[in-house]
């Protein structure tokens, strides 16, 4: 398993230098790590407006990195209630606007059913059962050892 | 180097901010969140540990997540404790060296 993850894990993004905004602060870049699902506590919602208002702030987000229940963030087959917050939706049209890196840790992700179409097809899981969300993609765990490596700083969000 | 201490458990079900208080060091802060917020509440049975460590190391708390659970309103909160939104989370993050998630 571990050299399949690593395999998957070879997407490297150059490192960008620290910059400095129009107001004079100082950018930081940042990588977001989400260990809880959706709809539990309040972990996807934290991370999801810090991310947002990291990002308003002019602050460069490295990787957000989905790890145990957290991957269920990223199923695109969520319906919640109109009236309520759709917390996958919410990270897909965020990834869209500002190009970011949402990773799924494929090991967490395959116990729970979230899938994409290599990893369906791999597990002969039939026809149209990829359900990733957009935005999102799967990968191993070398991504979220490499998001705390180059970014500045590793937040951590969970239960 | 300073750390940002990050503690979003009520003190009167977990342990953490208690640990979070008694771990940071001068210069250091720590910032409740989710319900860690109500650790910042006045003339709780925990109170007195945020007036102990008063002047070494900053406490602050995450507004909306106060208004979430009708806490937002004015006197409720310790005198030693800042009310910041995400924007100020965001300021604590970049300011200090490390973030330390208390889970």
Known sequence: MLGHELARSSRVRPALRKCRSSRGSTKVKLSILVNEG????????????????????????FRVFFYHDGVNNGTRLTV?????????????????????DLV????????????????????NKGEGSAN?????????????IEAGIEADRLVVFGD | MTTLHMVNKSPFEKNAMQSALGHALKGDAVLLFEDGVYGALKGT??????????????????????TARGLGGDGRIADSVTVVDYNGFVDLVTTHQRTQAWL
Do not use: M
């Open chain 1, 38 to 61: 959706p709809y539990t506590h309040q972990a996807s919602d934290s991370a999801y407006q810090f991310t947002k208002a990291a990002l308003e702030k002019g602050h460069e987000i």
């Open chain 1, 80 to 100: 919640p209630p109109q009236d309520d917050r759709n917390v996958q939706k919410n990270w897909s049209e965020l990834a869209e606007k500002h190009k970011l």
């Open chain 1, 104 to 123: 799924v840790c494929i090991a967490a992700a395959q116990r729970r059913g979230i899938l994409d179409e290599g990893e369906a097809k791999r597990h």
């Open chain 1, 132 to 144: 990733i969300a957009p935005g999102f993609r799967i990968s191993g765990l070398g991504q979220l």
């Open chain 2, 45 to 66: 049975t925990v109170a007195s540990e945020l007036g102990r460590i008063a002047g070494e190391v900053k406490v602050y708390v995450l507004g909306p997540d106060l």
